[in-house]
């Protein structure tokens, strides 16, 4: 095993708050976790997030730096979030100023296998599975489709509220 780099998986300086369930194995480090929030197995939750209580997140989900997410969300089997716009013509490569940061209200549901790039989506919305959001959801409503788009609004719009 010479010149390997070998990194363990698992749960480091997390803020947790009360009544958390972790099913392991996991990567969560460096983020924010509210009251009575759920994470299934095989998640990883990066620096810097900040998940909102009574959210709950499913197997196979990657949340990465620069995203919030509000109170009372879904987050289903392996969603996708990125950080990362390929700015300038290509990958940031770890430069973090090219990074942008997604923002998730209150009450988002975000259906399995979805991939969010960097957005803004305001309370009270439901992603369908497979959805790629692309731009900022300003209408709550019910939205699918590559790109995602608008299937069903709301009665009323609640504007954002959700973690920053």
Same mark, same amino acid.
């Given at each position: ?18 009544? #958390? ?6 990567? !969560? ?9 759920? #994470?299934?197995?095989? &998640? ?37 979030? &990125? ?43 439901? !992603? ?32 954002? &509220?959700?973690?920053?």
């Amino acid at each position: 095993m010479s010149n390997q780099n070998l990194r363990q998986i698992g749960v480091v300086d997390v803020n947790f708050g009360t009544n #958390v369930t972790v099913v392991q194995p996991a990567n !969560i480090y460096g983020c924010t976790i509210g009251d009575d929030v759920f #994470v299934g197995p095989f &998640t990883e939750i990066q620096k810097g997030v900040r998940v909102g209580a009574r959210t709950k997140i499913q197997s196979h989900a990657f949340v990465c730096e620069l995203v919030g997410i509000g109170e009372d969300c879904f987050i289903g089997h392996g969603v996708m979030f &990125t950080n990362d716009v390929f700015a300038e013509g290509g990958p940031a490569r770890g430069n973090k100023s090219l990074w942008r940061a997604t923002r998730i209200g209150n009450r988002v549901s975000i259906g399995s296998n979805a991939t969010l790039l960097p957005v803004e989506i305001c309370d009270d919305v439901v !992603i369908g599975a497979g959805a790629v959001v692309t731009r900022d959801i300003a209408v709550s409503g019910t939205y699918a489709g590559n790109p995602a788009r608008l299937l069903k609004s709301n009665r009323v719009s609640t504007g954002f &509220t959700g973690a920053s």
